[in-house]
């Protein structure tokens, strides 16, 4: 009966203390028991397994380029320095390259300006038609040909060159030494041509006073008659 309300009294858990001494014995062996260690075989399989691990990619690029030692930076070092040499080449190289295309490029347009002039001042009406035209991307920046092409505007002996001079002055109509001469020519021409290409001038560029001497000569009727009606229309449509 005592030992029945001593096994009831037990705290559960195990190992526990034991009133028995045989099972704290058993107890005590299974503490000491040793631990199983891998065989031979097992343990080479684990080192030869580690082995063939990949290294980490840091280790590995390190390795692909010589960075394991000092020799690897060495060659690092050298290699910067000779890339460093070959870019400022290539930068005078470069230079050179602009410095001789800006030289070719001043060239042509000194060329062409030539060209330009020697047609404004042609014999044959078609080149001179040609310089016209050519001389239109000149004539806000060079003074010479602008005056060229004000003589081919205000003196040329064929209408279609007069015109077309006339409109590649535009820009330059509210100029006071140009657009006095402009329209001297308006007030003197008789072609009906010419007359039409200055009065589209005007309309187009010219200044308030310029438009205010347009509508002097067209009341004292000195424009032609379909010029009339188109001048009065267009300062209906953009009053002055």
Request: net charge negative; with cysteine.
């Amino acid at each position: 009966m005592d030992r029945k309300d001593k096994s009831h009294s037990r705290v559960p858990g195990v190992p526990y203390e034991s009133d028995e001494a045989l099972e704290n014995t058993l107890w005590g062996e299974l503490q000491v028991l040793p631990q199983e260690e891998p065989s031979e075989g097992l343990r080479r399989a684990f080192y030869r397994k580690l082995e063939q691990t990949p290294a980490p990619f840091i280790q590995r690029a390190r390795s692909w380029f010589g960075f394991n030692n000092n020799t690897g930076w060495v060659t690092a070092a050298a290699c910067i320095l000779l890339g460093l040499t070959i870019g400022r080449a290539v930068e005078q190289s470069v230079i050179v390259d602009d410095d001789r295309i800006a030289s070719l490029e001043q060239r042509v347009s000194t060329l062409n300006r030539s060209l330009v002039l020697d047609r404004l001042e042609s014999d044959v009406p078609s080149k001179r038609l040609q310089g016209v035209l050519n001389a239109v991307e000149f004539v806000e920046q060079d003074a010479q040909i602008a005056t060229a092409l004000l003589t081919r505007a205000t003196e040329d002996n064929v209408s279609g060159v007069r015109s077309a001079a006339i409109d590649a002055l535009g820009p330059l109509v509210t100029d006071p030494a140009i657009g006095f001469e402009l329209m001297r020519a308006l007030r003197s021409t008789d072609s009906p041509l010419v007359q039409l290409s200055l009065v589209d001038l005007v309309l187009r560029f010219g200044s308030v006073e310029q438009v205010e001497e347009l509508l002097d000569l067209m009341e004292q009727g000195a424009l032609h008659q379909d010029l009339t009606r188109h001048v009065q229309e267009s300062v209906r449509r953009n009053p002055v």
